[in-house]
């Protein structure tokens, strides 16, 4: 992810009082975190202006150079790049992002973490639909991404909340993840369409950058996956799920 703009935008460390509340009951199943160092804050500022690079080199393929369709990735996606020996390099060069696992990775915590979130059976629903999503929108971050999208209005909650609900079934299944996977092609999906919803946001003039962060962030999506995880363990527990 490369870092596009070296200034730290004015909404991070904003109100860190109010943050500190937000935190609190975290804090009470997780115990007090040390104080991030200098290093730490500043690297997590310029993550408010870093983007998925190759997710925005694939939609500048389809929207400026003309040179992806949508079709094309939709087939990549489901018959894998190989089956397209004529594809565009930039479609072809995306998905060779996606073959390449981090070393971090252990693949037998990742089947061993999955087996767990599936015990929690149909409280599942609750946890994240109630407790992670509706509690994950006391962070107003990425709420102007959200409110414009329309998901957050109406019947499009439910549905936005019914599709959160499909992709995380679908990579807790068995070999979800795995290449080719239902969770691994869903999320490869919702990887994309965060890229273009980024692209559209930051073409528009009165989104400001120097304020906010780039619409859909490094920043933003990592604090949401930490939050997420830790909502699920702390609500589970409340619930008697052990």
Known sequence: MTNTRSAVPERFMRDPISAGRVAAPLRLFLGAAPDPTYEERDRLGRALMERDEPGDALVRAVREDHAVSMPMFREALERGI?????????LREFFATLSRTPDWLDEQKLAHGARVL?????????????????G????????????????????????????????WRAVTAPGGLDRGG?????????????????????????????RLGLPINQFDQAGTLGLFSTTFLIHTRVLGVR
Do not use: C, I
Request: cysteine-free.
């Open 82 to 90: 190989d089956s397209m020996p004529d594809a565009p390099e930039p």
């Open 136 to 167: 994950g929108y006391n962070n107003s971050g990425p709420l102007p991404v959200l409110m414009a999208s329309g998901k957050l209005t109406g019947e499009q909650a439910l549905r936005r909340v019914s599709e959160t609900s499909v992709w």
């Open 118 to 134: 599936r015990r929690a059976g149909l409280d599942a629903s609750l946890v994240l639909g109630y407790g992670s999503l509706l």
């Open 182 to 210: 239902e969770g691994w092609k869903l999320t490869v999906h919702v990887r994309a369409m965060h890229a273009f919803l980024n692209y559209q946001h930051e073409q528009d003039p009165a989104w400001r950058s120097d």
